[in-house]
């Protein structure tokens, strides 16, 4: 299992990697606010990197529930400053998180290596940019925007699985006929965004479905509510335990990639998944 990118290369086989966030944003979920300012951000950046993070997303627009949409000026006036910052520092991939092709385009241009796109090629442009780039792109399933998309979640007849798993698969053969690599492409079911409690535990049970689509499988499922609602914490912060338990879970169930705000610990869970398997 190759995921391959530009001038990276990654062998998923046997190992995982660890996806570091940093939000650059004043309103994210669980740490909007901390990182705004660019050097700030690079700090945290190179500070996940060195407690075992294998690359790290940035974002400069909050899509927690209910976050209104920011302008490509302002996103970009957020990211490309930690984009020069890190690059200056370190040869670590990094991802951006933006469903805009014109952020895509111009983050690449300053050193990015894959886009993490939460719309899953909305913007027509975006595959034939990344195919351009020849970056990496991880493709997300989400229900509504992130305005709506907690108003009562429906996945009728079919269930959130089998929903989840016709639209990646989609939008997955989409990605490779507007010319990007498909050993460059990465699934993300979207925890959270667009599901319940219970449709995200369904996710999570159907990792091994979700897992032969044809892509590595990332999870981002780190200090998000459901984990909350499940152990009984409002505090984002107070979730790390039950995020834990769902790394090394997933991972023995086929997922390779974890989308996390603390390196160190999920990496050290997965690692010791890994070495049962």
């Given amino acids: 299992m190759l995921w391959r990118f530009g001038k990276h290369s990654f062998e998923l086989s046997a190992r995982g990697l660890i996806v570091g966030i940093v939000n650059v944003t004043p309103d994210s979920f669980s740490d909007g606010g901390s990182f705004l300012d660019a050097e700030a951000a690079c700090a945290q950046g190179l500070k996940l990197l060195e407690e075992g993070a294998d690359l790290l997303d940035l974002g400069a627009e909050s899509t927690r529930p209910g976050a209104a949409p920011v302008s490509e000026t302002e996103e970009l006036r957020r990211i490309l400053p930690v984009i020069r910052g890190l690059r200056a520092k370190t040869d670590a991939p990094l991802s951006i998180d933006t469903s805009k092709a014109s952020v895509a385009k111009a983050a690449m241009e300053e050193g990015a290596d894959i886009i993490n796109d939460i719309t899953a090629l909305s913007d027509p442009h975006m ?151």
Avoid: C, W
């Avoid at 984002?236 to 169930?253: F, I, M, N």
């Fill in 127 to 277: 595959g034939s940019v990344v195919a351009s780039f020849r970056a990496g792109l991880i493709l997300m399933h989400m229900q509504g925007t992130p305005v709506t998309m907690q108003e009562n979640p429906s996945y009728g007849d079919e269930g959130v699985v089998q929903s989840v798993a016709k639209f990646l698969s989609e939008r997955r053969g989409r990605a490779i006929r507007l010319g990007v690599d498909a050993s460059s492409l990465i699934l993300d079911p979207g925890l959270g965004f667009g599901k319940t409690v219970e449709q995200n535990l369904a996710l999570l049970r159907g990792v091994p479905a979700l897992s032969a689509l044809g892509a590595p499988l990332l999870i981002g499922h780190s200090r998000k509510s459901f984990l909350g609602a499940v152990v009984g914490s409002r505090d984002p912060a107070d979730r790390l335990s039950a995020g834990l338990a769902v790394t090394s879970l997933v991972r023995a169930a086929g997922a390779r990639l974890f989308r996390v705000h603390e390196a160190r610990p999920h990496r050290e869970a997965m690692r010791m998944t890994e070495a049962f398997l």
